[in-house]
T-cell receptor, first 113, second 115 residues
Framework: NAGVMQNPRHLVRRRGQEARLRCSPM?????VYWYRQLPEEGLKFMVY????????ESGMPKERFSAEFPKEGPSILRIQQVVRGDSAAYFC???????????FGPGTRLLVL | AQSVTQPDIHITVSEGASLELRCNYS??????LFWYVQSPGQGLQLLLK??????LVQGIKGFEAEFKRSQSSFNLRKPSVHWSDAAEYFC?????????????FGGGTRVLVKP
């Protein structure tokens, strides 16, 4: 059973470009969470999604950030017009339908030049 | 609002010595507690979790943690550290068995292992 998959593992963008981060949950998991880890800090919750629904986006910045989890395909975290402060590791986690333990992917490390 | 405090930012321990990492939480309901480990440049691996029942929880890699409700703590321990235990350790709290239980993480403790 493959774990949570994230790609790309590393992403370099220039200021003003768009970043798209993808997450495929574990098989059988229908809940996806995105977390951000700034340098030398712990993880901070961003958004929680189920298929075709955003359930809780209380941790998402109000502008430039969006997330989706379509009926088919991976969950996408999209950052428009990136700034240097967006440089961080972005982790996706998934859990089964009944909730419970979250399993994390390897992360995408975004560097904004 | 829920919060997690890991008071020790760095800990250095000799190989073969015991290790204890502290975690204190603040949560209004029954907590759902986790310890994760992160090696450099890697994702988070679940070490152990506490839902209910026995307050001493066994995890992988020889780790254990004890839930103490009266102290709002969930400290992680290992009797004898191996060099491969050098990593960053995160304590996290979430809602008990609730779907959509977003986790709140502590700031992490970085463990260095001396030969």
């Amino acid at each position: 059973n493959a774990g949570v998959m994230q790609n790309p593992r590393h992403l370099v963008r220039r200021r003003g470009q768009e970043a798209r981060l993808r997450c495929s949950p574990m098989k059988g998991h229908s809940h996806v969470y995105w977390y951000r880890q700034l340098p030398e800090e712990g993880l901070k919750f961003m958004v929680y999604l189920q298929k075709e629904n955003i359930i809780d986006e209380s941790g998402m910045p109000k502008e430039r950030f969006s997330a989706e989890f379509p009926k088919e395909g991976p969950s996408i975290l999209r950052i428009q017009q990136v700034v240097r402060g967006d440089s961080a590791a972005y982790f996706c986690a998934s859990s089964p339908p009944e909730g419970g333990t979250q399993y994390f992917g390897p992360g995408t490390r975004l560097l904004v030049l | 609002a829920q919060s997690v405090t890991q008071p020790d930012i760095h800990i250095t321990v000799s190989e073969g010595a015991s290790l204890e990492l502290r975690c204190n939480y603040s949560y209004g309901a029954t907590p759902y507690l986790f310890w994760y480990v992160q090696s450099p440049g890697q994702g988070l691996q679940l070490l152990l979790k506490y839902f209910s029942g026995d307050t001493l929880v066994q995890g992988i890699k020889g780790f254990e943690a004890e839930f103490k409700r009266s102290q709002s703590s969930f400290n992680l321990r290992k009797p004898s550290v191996h060099w491969s235990d050098a990593a960053e350790y995160f304590c996290a709290v979430g809602a008990l068995q609730a779907a959509g239980n977003k986790l709140t993480f502590g700031g992490g403790t970085r463990v260095l292992v001396k030969p």
